[in-house]
């Protein structure tokens, strides 16, 4: 076993404050929803647009380190693998099987990862931030003079900024259960606090590209 640095000390704090941010949203969201009382309205409405307003301005900053240091590239999809790593966790991680995707610094994440981030990235994240916009500006377009938005009615982009806010939460909750998968319930969530995990020897030395064991 070797001990191998994974994620940067940008790529922890980005991902532990957006779990925050997103985890806030959530809350106040489904407050903003209608399903419970905690705040208040008024104020889960205002707590929700500053929490919306730093998460856009952390993903303009991880956006931009993506693409300068070429981590984008952890999050191209592949077929390669997919099988093997499906059946991993219907069947092989109930009997103690080898994970079938190894990881490494340049490889991280597993096929079913990488196309479930993309799709996160791709059209999750876009969805709820474009409803979310839309929405803001539509309910005070007069204090910001966007009457050029001109929207008919809320009700499509209520619709999908719901739609995006319950498919976040799902991502979630199967995110929490996935953090117990990797070699022990804790290594996971471990290096995405420390950087740092253990991994065989041999895959340090391994390419972009999934590899089977
Ligand atoms: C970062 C971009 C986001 C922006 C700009 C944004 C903005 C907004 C706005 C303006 C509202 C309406 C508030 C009102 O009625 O005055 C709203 C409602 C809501 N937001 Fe967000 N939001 C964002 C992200 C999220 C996220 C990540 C979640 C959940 C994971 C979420 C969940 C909700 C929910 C559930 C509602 C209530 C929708 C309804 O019942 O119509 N939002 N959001």
């Known amino acids: 076993m070797k001990r191998i640095k994974l994620y940067s000390g940008f790529e922890r704090f980005w991902h532990w404050t957006q779990a925050v941010l997103i985890l806030f949203l959530a809350f106040t969201g489904f407050e903003i929803h209608g ?9 889960a409405v205002r707590y929700h647009n500053i929490a919306a307003y730093l998460l856009i301005a952390l993903t303009v900053f991880a956006i931009f ?7 984008w590239r ?7 693998n997919i099988r093997a790593q499906l059946e991993f966790y219907v069947f092989g991680i109930f009997r103690n099987a080898p ?7 340049l490889n991280k994440l597993n096929p079913l990862q990488r196309i479930t981030y993309f799709g996160l990235k791709v059209f999750l994240f876009p969805l709820l931030v474009a409803s979310g916009l839309l929405y803001v500006f539509y309910r ?3 204090r910001y ?8 009615s809320l009700r499509f982009i209520a619709l999908a900024h719901t739609l ?14 996935m953090i117990s998968t990797g070699e022990t319930a804790l290594s996971n969530l471990r290096a995405m606090i420390t950087g740092y995990e253990e991994v065989e020897q041999s895959t340090t030395t391994s390419t972009l590209e999934g590899q089977q064991t």
Do not use: C, D
């Open 145 to 152: 003079g966007i009457e050029a938005i001109n929207i008919e």
């Open 35 to 43: 399903s419970y009382t905690f705040f208040g309205f008024r104020e």
């Open 164 to 177: 995006g806010a319950f498919l976040m939460v799902a991502f979630l909750i199967v995110h929490l259960y």
């Open 99 to 105: 994970h079938p995707t190894q990881k490494t610094a």
């Open 140 to 142: 005070y377009p007069s």
């Open 65 to 71: 380190w993506h693409f300068t240091t070429g981590e």
């Open 74 to 80: 952890q999050y191209v999809p592949t077929l390669r």
